[in-house]
C-alpha cells in the first residue's frame, strides 16, 4: 500500500509531536543566540520548529562544573534564560507544566516548551 505524501503530511500536523531532548538552552544562557530567530546553528529555534510541526521541545538544564555551588547558580541561569525566551517570544511558545499546556499550544499553533533536567 502506497502512501500519498499529502496524507503523511496531514498526519504530521494534525498529530502531537514531541521532542524529547535539545541542548538548545546552553547557547541561550551563554548569550550566543535566541529560541525565537532563526538559526542554521543548533538543533532548535521557534521559526522552524514551528514551520515543521513541533507540538512541544523539552530544553535541557545540563550542569557542567561541579564546583561548591555552581550547580545551583547554572540552574538558574537556565531557569532565568527559559522563562525569558517564553515571555519574548509568546507568539511561538508557551510554558508547559502541565499536559493540557502541551494541548494549548497544539491548539495555537505554538510550540509548548518544558524544561527538563
Request: proline letters at 4%; glycine letters at 8%; one cysteine or more.
Amino acid at each position: 500500500m502506497t502512501v500519498a505524501p499529502e496524507e503523511v503530511s496531514g498526519l504530521h500536523r494534525e498529530s502531537i509531536v514531541i521532542d524529547t531532548h535539545c541542548d538548545a538552552l546552553g547557547s541561550v544562557v551563554k548569550g550566543e543566540r535566541r529560541l525565537g530567530e532563526r538559526s542554521a546553528r543548533g538543533q532548535f529555534d521557534l521559526p522552524r520548529a514551528v514551520e515543521g510541526g513541533i507540538t512541544a521541545e523539552l530544553l535541557a538544564i545540563f550542569l557542567h562544573d561541579p564546583g561548591p555551588g555552581s550547580c545551583m547558580r547554572q540552574t538558574i541561569r537556565y531557569l532565568d534564560a527559559f522563562h525569558r525566551e517564553v515571555e519574548a517570544f509568546p507568539d511561538m511558545a508557551i510554558a508547559a507544566t502541565r499536559a493540557d499546556d502541551i494541548l494549548r499550544a497544539k491548539d495555537e499553533g505554538k510550540v509548548a516548551l518544558i524544561l527538563s533536567m
